[in-house]
């Protein structure tokens, strides 16, 4: 999602362009990069020095136009532009976004690749307008508006916001069909053979994860309940099938209602863990499935869903309590940070949202899910905005976009940070924080390649960099310190999209964000997506040269 705060300062990295800028590079770079990576603040500020090279606009295999900025010998192809025909006809759903490879097997002589990916919408005027799948959850049009109460007070929401002045006029309502959902991409041998809709009528997928047993957990990212306007309640994960046909497309409800980023599931335990993004409100969560057998429909016979507490304080640029750092720790860390962690009980998965009131980081009144209340008046650790998650060698990358400080030295609202977690002690370290955008400009999406290199999607708007302006994939290097890989570059005329046959809008994109980044099992191909105007890349290259 695209975050509300980000820095609005913009510096350069280096000055110069073209050919002058390339061939000092290395020299310029590494000088500035060795003076200022590190604040003293124990965050870094400045890029680090990319083992790849230099990046530079290279034109797309497909369409023959510059969508990418990348590093020398790298190439990419795009497919399943916003607008494509799928393999039934319909149109492509846009708002690409969370993604995974979660099927690989030969077939015959061939091989075949399946991926499964997010589509991050909301409400469409008409039921036509929804994704077309085997399975769909909410079918139902919504009309209305959403009434919670916080003491005596009503609260309206609707599609024009939120209301909480009693005398004031009521929002515009909710009016539509829930359009979220998920497509399946199949390769084969490494050529595109096409898509479908694999689940419909969910709201707001923005993340989630594969499972070990080839499947795709979606998340809803909302906590919206439409039962009352003609809907259904939202705000939960479903589990997407490689074949659409085997997708269950009820909820998940032991793993909770709150508002859902990202899941990943630690292979030795059957544990799925999982993220949330709600501002200064947020839990860090894991679900103990009753039935670790491992094949779709397993995590639906039920489980223990549980929140992450801070236990002991193993480091801290700053020393607080076991109190504070469990409020407001993990909300403005310093890299080397690190605590270990204990889990605690959430006695009610489907709990509705509270209206909390005064919260860190200048969080007046918002809600919080049912869980997410139960956890923190529990003592859980807070975060500020969870988003992605991925397993790799025993340990969880984690994200969190918002962590640090603003300008105004407000917590939960600076650039983002990377938080690992060693599954076998549970301690949880901060491998990764970003104190000004030139290093990192609001990280979301995670993941790491079978050679063991981070990847970060940012969602910080476009970085204005030594290469221009846009989102971009950042790596980190074995040391922790994130470096440039990719860049959007995405600015297309109305020529341009016509002359290569797309119906999407003529507009400069390099400020969308980049997701759903994930390699192929044999790690020669990372796929992402830049979520609007909605295109899948597959890239390329000469991994070697660095670790991812």
């Known amino acids: 999602m695209p975050s509300d705060s980000f ?11 073209g050919a002058l800028a390339a061939a000092r590079f290395t020299g310029v770079m590494g000088a500035l990069y060795a003076q200022n990576a590190l604040a003293a603040t124990g965050k870094q500020t400045v890029s680090a020095v ?20 990348l590093p020398p010998g790298f190439s990419y192809r795009s497919h399943g532009w916003t607008g494509d025909a799928m393999d039934d006809g319909a149109p492509t759903p846009g708002s690409h976004d969370g993604m995974a490879a979660v099927l690989s097997r030969r077939v015959g002589r061939g091989s075949e690749l399946v991926l499964v990916r997010n589509h991050e919408r909301g409400l469409v005027a008409t039921a036509g307008e929804a994704i077309p799948a085997p399975h769909s959850y909410a079918s139902t049009m919504v009309d209305g508006i959403i009434t919670v109460l916080y003491g005596s007070l009503p609260i309206r929401i609707g599609a024009g916001g939120i209301v909480t002045n009693p005398s004031a006029p009521a929002p515009a309502p909710f009016v539509g069909y829930p359009a979220g959902g998920t497509s399946n991409l199949l390769f084969r041998d490494n050529q595109w053979a096409g898509s479908m809709g694999s689940l419909g009528g969910t709201l707001g997928n923005c993340a989630g994860g594969p499972t070990p047993w080839g499947s795709w957990l979606t998340c809803e990212e909302t906590i919206y309940d439409f039962s009352t306007i003609g809907g ?47 501002r200064n409100i947020a839990a860090f969560f894991r679900y103990v499935p009753a039935d670790t057998s491992g094949a779709v429909g397993s995590l639906h ?148 390649s079978p050679r063991g290199g981070v990847v970060l999607c940012e969602d910080g708007g476009g970085s204005t960099d030594a290469f221009g302006t846009g989102a971009r994939l950042l790596g980190l290097n074995p040391a922790g310190e994130a470096y440039i890989f990719c860049k959007n570059n995405v600015n297309l005329s109305a020529q341009q999209v016509a002359g290569a046959g797309k119906t999407v809008s003529a507009a400069d994109h390099r400020g969308s964000e980049f997701c759903g980044a994930t390699f192929d099992p044999t790690g020669r191909v990372l796929f992402a997506n830049i979520q609007t105007p909605g295109i899948t890349v597959a890239i390329t290259g000469p991994w070697s040269k660095g670790n991812l």
């Not at 820095?7 to 362009?17: D, I, K, Y």
């Open 232 to 278: 259904k309640k939202h705000g939960y994960v479903f589990e997407v099938a490689a074949d659409p046909t085997q997708t269950i497309a009820e909820p998940i409800v032991g793993m909770g209602r709150f508002i859902h980023e990202a899941v990943a599931i630690d292979p030795a335990t059957g544990i799925v863990y999982e993220t949330e993004d709600n």
């Open 50 to 69: 990319s083992p790849y090279g230099p990046i530079a606009p290279v034109n797309d295999l497909a369409t023959g136009l510059p969508l990418l900025q």
């Open 7 to 17: 820095s609005p300062a913009r510096r350069r990295l280096l000055q110069g362009s």
């Open 301 to 448: 016979r039920g489980g223990t869903l549980q929140a992450a507490r801070i236990k002991t304080l193993v480091r801290q640029a700053r020393p607080s309590t076991l109190a504070q750092a469990n409020d407001q720790g993990l909300l403005n860390p310093d890299i080397g940070d690190e605590y270990e962690l204990e889990w605690v009980n959430i006695a009610d998965p489907d709990a509705d949202p509270v209206v909390v009131a005064g919260q860190p980081g200048g969080v007046s009144l918002g809600f919080a899910a049912g869980p997410t209340y139960q956890a923190l008046t529990q003592g859980c650790a807070r975060m500020s905005r969870g988003e992605g998650i991925w397993y790799s060698a025993g340990k969880m990358f984690i994200v969190d976009t918002a962590a640090g400080v603003n300008g105004s030295g407000s917590v939960g609202n600076g650039e983002g940070a990377v938080w690992e977690l060693t599954l076998a002690t549970m301690r949880l370290r901060a491998i990764f924080v970003s104190g000004h955008q030139t290093a990192g400009n609001n990280p979301d999406n995670v993941t790491v």
